[in-house]
């Protein structure tokens, strides 16, 4: 293991347990020490530090190393993108009456019946985070993207079960019915209760965020750019 992908490790470690550690156990002696309203300051202070060291490590390791598999092929940039569409229709979807927002009136919403993406899971957001780690270490799994994606991934995954914890906390009866009526796992086949709002919005999403992708990231052509133009 070279030094670079050792401290990429460290960056990565650091960026899910501040994350954690903040949301969960240091929260409330932090929230009382600075106030609850300089909190949320210190919150992203660390997030930002965290995730630019996280990104200038993942650039200093490079892409060089032995590839898991081969991502190359048309058939697994086709499931990649397909995933991709999946993941921006969840994201979109997840702003629209999310109870899991820390926002005046999410316990209400919280007791309503499930709507768009909230068909599929009741963490949207963060299971369209899972899918953008997985369909990059699907198409490059370098020792890098390997490391970043599972820091992605196991934050998204494990951090939405936690927030389950706390929302129960929180909101009592009203997530605790909220779980009842939706699911933590995916349930694909409701993809077609999502709405138009969130199909649209994640389409434009998909297709912006493909595009830049070849632009900006390596010049790698992501999404349907990998076979239009």
Known sequence: MTPE??????????????????????????????????????????????????????????NEGSLLWYGGSDVTWAVATIVMLIASVLLVGSFIGNPAMPAPGAATLATKAPHGVFHVTRHPMMWSFALWAVVHVLVNPSPRVVVLSLAVAFLALAGSHMQDRKKQVLMGAAWQGWEARTSYWPKLSALGKAGMVPWLGGIALWLAATWVHGWLIFMIPAGVWRWVG
């Open 5 to 62: 992908l050792t401290n990429l490790i460290a960056a990565s470690t650091a960026f899910v347990g501040t994350h954690f550690a903040l949301s969960h156990p240091l929260r409330a002696p932090l929230a009382r020490a600075t106030g609850e309203k300089a909190f949320p300051a210190l919150y992203s202070l660390f997030a930002l530090a965290t995730f630019g060291w996280m990104v200038m490590a993942f650039r200093a390791v490079g």
